[in-house]
């Protein structure tokens, strides 16, 4: 039995570019799936404390905490300090090149748990209790000798290794009790096989070289950056956040790792994020290659036309990592949520509704990778005209809009917006040469109308802004994307205006944004990427200081870690939603990408 849940920003998380792991202050897993983001959990603690499942490595007597990522890696060390002694936690999934494993004959998956202490004396409890299929199966853990202990379900195989003797309880879980003294280190390692036979990795030295080589290998990924300039460590963590939420093997990038994490503690807006939406796609293509990770951005690309090559020329909102439907919606009714946050749901029911603002998405996100390159393939040209018709023909359409509101469709300013995107970009791309056999003339024809109607129908006048649907009165803070993407200038006057009326209605302090008035009317916390789209937005209308000003702001409501949720409450600045969040930390990239940009001349600032 372990105490209630850690609060979201409490954690911190691991992963290997197939799934990943949370970790609280104490020591605790309370969140891992395996073999992908989306499969069944093995520990779910953070859902429910009693029966989702853990494995809490904790000294025995109350102890200060601190914790860090080894620079540029995202390799978790929690250092634990009493009178007695300072002891070392690491924690890390192994990570190299395919062929390095291959020729070492690593698991396929694999987590790895260091002790060390550094000095003095402690002494630990280990606590393994796995629950598979999210709380529902107590596992039986069998002792396999030499070979460690093994859960055996169906074809697929979890062994626990360790340099400590476990004690089975009962059934359940397994526990130690373990003595460390300066200089001495145990380790632990947890693999997952879904075929036998499952590769046992040995301990000892190889731990310390795994650690080596997953170090230098996300050392590597990093110095890849081209990015010099304001907010660095923060910039590079919110990098290694959407690296770690990148799937290898297809290329894709899901949302978060978690489901059901709440937008309103005790409330039941909780979501399954474990997916990739499309509505992401130009934000992500634009900070991959606005970093350098040209490798990154492509083969987020190339997933974009294999995901979305069987329903074209609909676009489905969201995809699994292999570019497949996620499973309908359904509730988990044993689990009792974050918080008591009910119901804990898996599945997506994004995949029932129509978002026309992802067109825009998938075109601006292949314009900008079409500037790396002389003449898209005709695969890619494919896919480019058969936007350019579907958009022409339903952009008239009601939808859903980007937030995915699951009431009655309506005419969302947003959705128009990035339909003008599309058939801009598309042209764009065609008198580059780029692009041919797109109908030039109606194409023209059709963004002419999409800008009239944005221009005359999303504008309301009497509140001088433009509003979230066309002919509405309601203030969503997505209208400041009308800068970012070329639509109008930042310094206009209609756009200081609308950032005016955001800055009344949905501005709560310095730093927090909520995302649109129904949004603040339910008792969502503060959409933390729309503080991110003020920044930029202040950056691009020539408010540099006060850009600057709202970024610190903004960058504070980070964890101790620089890790951000979807969401933050106004009162007491906790993290609220799905973690980490993937459209927070692109956010987090582009502002900064955009005040660098901004900048007459190179500057230093405070980190």
């Not at 610190?552 to 870690?561: I, R």
Request: aromatic fraction near 10%.
């Amino acid at each position: 039995m372990i105490a209630e849940a850690s609060k979201i920003q409490d954690y911190a998380v691991i992963g290997d570019g197939r799934s990943a792991a949370l970790i609280s202050k104490q020591g605790s897993i309370d969140w891992l799936c395996w073999p992908r983001f989306d499969s069944e959990s093995i520990f779910a603690a953070i859902l429910d404390s009693k029966i989702g499942g853990h494995w809490s490595i904790r000294p025995v007597k109350a102890s200060q905490v601190s914790r860090r990522y080894l620079e540029k890696t995202n390799v978790l060390q929690t250092s634990f300090a009493s009178e007695a002694g300072e002891t070392d936690l690491t924690d890390f999934m192994p990570a190299t090149s395919e062929g390095r494993k291959r020729k070492m004959l690593w698991p396929e998956h694999e987590l790895v748990r260091q002790l060390k202490c550094t000095g003095g004396e402690m002494d630990f409890v280990v606590d393994f209790n796995p629950r598979l299929d999210y709380g529902h199966l107590l596992p039986k853990i069998k002792h396999a000798s030499k070979l460690g202990w093994r859960i055996d379900i169906g074809t697929n195989v979890f062994t626990l290794r360790s340099d400590v003797e476990l004690v089975s309880r009962d059934g359940k879980g397994l526990s130690a009790k373990l003595n460390l003294k300066t200089g001495q280190a145990v380790a632990f390692s947890l693999s997952f096989s879904a075929e036998g036979p499952a590769v046992v990795p040995p301990l000892g030295d190889l731990v310390s070289e795994k650690l080596d080589l997953t170090i230098d290998w996300w050392r590597n990924w990093a110095a890849k950056s081209n990015y010099r300039g304001p907010y660095e460590r923060q910039v590079s963590r919110s990098a290694l956040v959407l690296k770690l939420l990148s799937y290898a093997p297809s290329g894709a990038i899901v949302a978060a790792p978690t489901t059901s994490l709440p937008e309103r503690l005790g409330g039941n807006l909780n979501w399954d994020y474990r997916f990739a939406w499309l509505r992401d796609a130009s934000f992500t293509v634009h900070a991959l290659f606005g970093l350098g990770y040209k490798e990154d951005a492509k083969a987020f690309v190339d997933w974009l036309l294999h995901a979305t090559r069987l329903t074209r020329p609909e676009l489905r909102v969201v995809y699994d990592v292999f570019g497949e439907s996620p499973p309908p919606e359904h509730e988990l009714s044993q689990l009792h949520g974050h918080a008591c946050s009910r119901p804990v749901r898996i599945g997506n029911a994004a995949i029932e509704q129509v978002q026309l603002d992802i067109y825009g998405e998938v075109v601006e996100a292949v314009s900008h990778f079409s500037d790396e390159i002389e003449k898209l393939d005709r695969d890619m040209q494919k896919m480019l005209h058969q936007c350019a018709e579907y958009v022409c023909e339903h952009w008239r359409e009601p939808d859903n809009g980007m937030w995915e509101e699951r009431g009655e469709r309506r005419h969302y300013t947003h959705s128009r917006l990035m339909c003008w995107v599309a058939l801009d970009r598309l042209l764009k791309m065609q008198r580059r040469g780029q692009l041919n056999g797109i109908s030039v003339q109606r194409c023209e024809a059709e963004r002419g109308l999409l800008r009239q109607e944005i221009e005359t129908r999303a504008w309301n006048p009497k509140l001088q802004a433009y509003m979230q649907v066309c002919g509405g009165n309601e203030i969503d803070a997505n209208a400041l994307l009308l800068a970012y993407h070329g639509f109008e200038e930042a310094s206009s006057q209609r756009m200081r205006q609308t950032h005016k009326r955001i800055r009344e209605r949905l501005v709560p302090q310095l730093g927090l944004v909520y995302r649109n008035e129904q949004s603040k009317n339910r008792n969502e916390g503060a959409f933390a990427v729309c503080s991110f789209w003020e920044v930029g937005f202040l950056a691009r209308s020539g408010n540099l200081s006060e850009a600057h000003e709202i970024f610190k702001a903004a960058l504070d409501y980070a964890n101790d870690v620089d890790l951000f949720a979807e969401e933050i409450d106004p009162e007491t600045g906790d993290a609220l939603g799905n973690f980490p969040q993937g459209f927070t930390h692109l956010g987090v990239i582009n502002a900064a990408l955009t005040l660098r940009d901004s900048e007459d001349s190179p500057v230093r600032f405070e980190q």
